[in-house]
């Protein structure tokens, strides 16, 4: 069976829609097999693709607050009007205000999924994704100002936190092993979004080619999910049927009375410290204030690598999952509180005497990270049960993204108090 068909028939975009002989047949265990391979390699890419523009949006951040404006037609980014009299070379605006760019819209999506996201299949869904992420790569490849291209960065947001709750959500009507498949794409999005925005700049190549560069990603993700994936199998969680019943119906429903009795050990939701683990600190908001100056990078070229290295730990850790499995996920909440009281001694009282041991803190604050959102994730999949997961995929999406928000939210006012330390 065609991937492509395979998924609008999953996807129902209509009531009338019919399901063909061919899959409700039984599949050959070799065509399994296949299938299965096509899936998790689908929801690969689906996550690396998602996650893509979201990351290159926190890799440009610097780039897109020092955009001006040069006589003519032509923009660029120079080095802006900086707070020289500071010993951390400020923007007038902290990087954080991309971040809340780049996650409230999320945050809103993310909030108002489980009441009326079920409105809408799964495909128009995946289609507004794709096109919000084109989008922003255009609008702030060609804007001129920064309220311009901060309307790019909350497209970008759009198209991730849709996308999000959507793919999450899918993955209630395949094998579990989907989950750290999707993981690891993501982790795979931070990795080369950050890797290839500061090879191709550090290349030669403009902020504005750059991110035109670009445009092939959302094509892969529509591809993917149209082309690549299958409907899914009898057997499978919620099955076919379920799948096609489940993208128009409320992810909040009554409790069916014939319903299988729930696993003693499984909850709609997260516990309360899987809730403190995503609800994590993030230091990337502060990225900006650890600036070297004995250093042959600029500012701009450092807070480009300090992105990358964060994003190469995610993509390590959020792969990870086949190898180990951390049940008591509030230890990697502790240690990023850790490791940001120490960061932020350091923005305070300079004492690190190298960049590269800061290199060293946030490739190892990426693993940490990259580690809570897998591990919780799985988790929450095992612990719910089969009538529940899907909402509770959803669901459990909000508090990462909350915890993000207040990162950036707290980042705001302590780059205005750092900036006019002397």
């Known amino acids: 069976m065609g991937g492509s068909a395979g998924s609008l028939r999953r996807l129902s975009d209509s009531e009338g829609e019919l399901i063909s002989q061919e899959s409700e047949e039984p599949r050959p265990p070799q065509d399994r097999r296949g299938a299965h391979w096509k899936n998790v390699v689908g929801f690969w890419i689906l996550g690396l693709c998602n996650n893509f523009s979201y990351v290159v949006m926190l890799s440009a951040a610097h780039d897109i607050l020092s955009h001006q404006k040069e006589s003519g037609n032509q923009s660029h980014v120079g080095p802006g009007p900086h707070n020289k009299s500071s010993r951390f070379d400020c923007n007038p605006v902290s990087t954080a205000a991309v971040l809340l760019a780049d996650i409230l819209p999320t945050l809103v999506i993310k909030l108002l999924a489980p009441f009326g996201l079920h409105l809408l ?123 096609e019943r489940a993208a128009r119906q409320p992810l909040i429903s009554g409790e069916d009375p014939e319903a299988p009795e729930r696993k003693p050990d499984s909850s709609s939701g997260l516990s309360l410290h899987e809730k403190w683990t995503v609800f994590k600190v993030c230091t990337g908001a502060g990225f900006e204030l650890l600036f070297f100056r004995n250093t042959s990078l600029n500012h701009a070229q450092q807070y480009r690598w300090y992105q990358m290295l964060y994003q190469a730990g995610v993509f390590a850790s959020r792969s990870s999952l086949r190898c180990f499995h951390i049940r008591f996920t509030w230890t990697l909440a502790l240690l990023q509180c850790f490791n940001l009281v120490f960061l932020l001694l350091h923005v305070w009282l ?23 959102y897998v591990n919780t994730f799985h988790n929450v999949a095992l612990e719910t049960s089969d009538e529940h997961r899907e909402f509770a995929m959803t669901t459990t999406c909000i508090s990462d993204t909350l915890g993000i928000s207040l990162s950036g939210l707290t980042a705001l006012p302590l780059h205005d108090l750092l900036c006019h330390l002397p």
């Open 121 to 243: 299949p799964y495909s128009p869904r995946v289609l507004c994704s794709g096109f919000c992420a084109a989008g922003s790569f255009i609008l702030i490849a060609f804007s001129r100002s920064v309220p311009v291209s901060l309307c790019g960065v909350v497209l970008a947001s759009i198209s991730s936190g849709l996308g999000e709750v959507t793919f999450l959500a899918l993955t209630a009507f395949y094998p579990r092993a989907v989950i750290s498949w999707w993981s690891s794409g993501t982790g795979g999005a931070g990795l080369l979004g950050a890797l290839s925005y500061l090879g191709l700049t550090q290349a030669g190549l403009s902020p504005q080619h750059t991110l035109l560069s670009m445009l092939g990603i959302p094509v892969l993700l529509l591809a993917s999910y149209f082309f690549l994936l299958t409907s899914p199998e009898p057997q499978d969680p919620g099955g076919e049927e379920e799948a």
């Open 350 to 372: 300079n004492f690190l005497p190298s960049i590269y041991l800061v290199f060293l803190i946030i490739l190892y604050e990426g693993l940490l990270g990259g580690a809570a």
